[in-house]
């Protein structure tokens, strides 16, 4: 069963997903991060590149070496190259979700943003899977 994680109070969401790819690249973990358009997979794919610490290769499905990249960053949902983690970027939950063994939700800070995070919590919840929960605010260092 699919593994649901939140982090919520996340104040530079950017961030976040480029501090939890670090994480999963060292455990040898290959994600996806799913957006909601073209324009935040430039932008995502932009900042991952940029980052002064640490590699973090992002590329699309639609690019020839999307198999063989540790980091996707779509918003289209067909040919997933792989299923091992999946960040949700996006409202409502990601149709495919359970194919993937760790799912993490990305919560900001907004009341809009958290209402949208409560419905796919019910929804995952309501399903019988089992969450974790990550106040960020308190976290401190990135989880």
Same mark, same amino acid.
């Given at each position: !069963?699919?593994?649901? #994680?939140?982090?919520?109070?996340?104040?530079?969401?950017?961030?976040?997903?480029?501090?939890?790819?670090?994480?999963? =690249?060292?455990?040898?973990?290959?994600? !996806?991060?799913?957006?909601?358009?073209? #324009?935040?997979?430039?932008?995502?794919?932009?900042?991952?590149?940029?980052?002064?610490?640490?590699?973090?290769?992002?590329?699309? =499905?639609?690019?020839?070496?999307?198999?063989?990249?540790?980091?996707?960053?779509?918003?289209?949902?067909?040919? =997933?190259?792989?299923?091992?983690?999946?960040?949700?970027?996006?409202?409502?939950?990601?149709?495919?979700?359970?194919?993937?063994?760790?799912?993490? #939700?990305?919560?900001?800070?907004?009341?809009?943003?958290?209402?949208?995070?409560? !419905?796919?919590?019910?929804?995952?919840?309501?399903?019988?899977?089992?969450?974790?929960?990550?106040?960020?605010?308190?976290?401190?260092?990135?989880?």
């Amino acid at each position: !069963m699919t593994r649901v #994680e939140f982090f919520f109070n996340v104040r530079d969401k950017q961030q976040k997903i480029a501090d939890l790819s670090e994480k999963f =690249l060292s455990k040898g973990l290959k994600l !996806m991060v799913f957006v909601s358009n073209a #324009e935040v997979v430039a932008a995502t794919q932009n900042y991952l590149w940029q980052q002064p610490t640490s590699f973090l290769p992002s590329l699309s =499905l639609s690019d020839e070496l999307a198999n063989v990249t540790p980091i996707i960053v779509d918003y289209q949902r067909d040919h =997933l190259v792989h299923d091992e983690v999946l960040i949700n970027f996006q409202h409502p939950h990601p149709p495919f979700f359970s194919r993937f063994k760790r799912l993490v #939700e990305i919560v900001g800070i907004d009341e809009a943003d958290k209402d949208q995070a409560r !419905m796919r919590y019910k929804f995952y919840r309501d399903r019988g899977y089992q969450i974790t929960v990550v106040d960020d605010s308190k976290a401190g260092v990135s989880q």
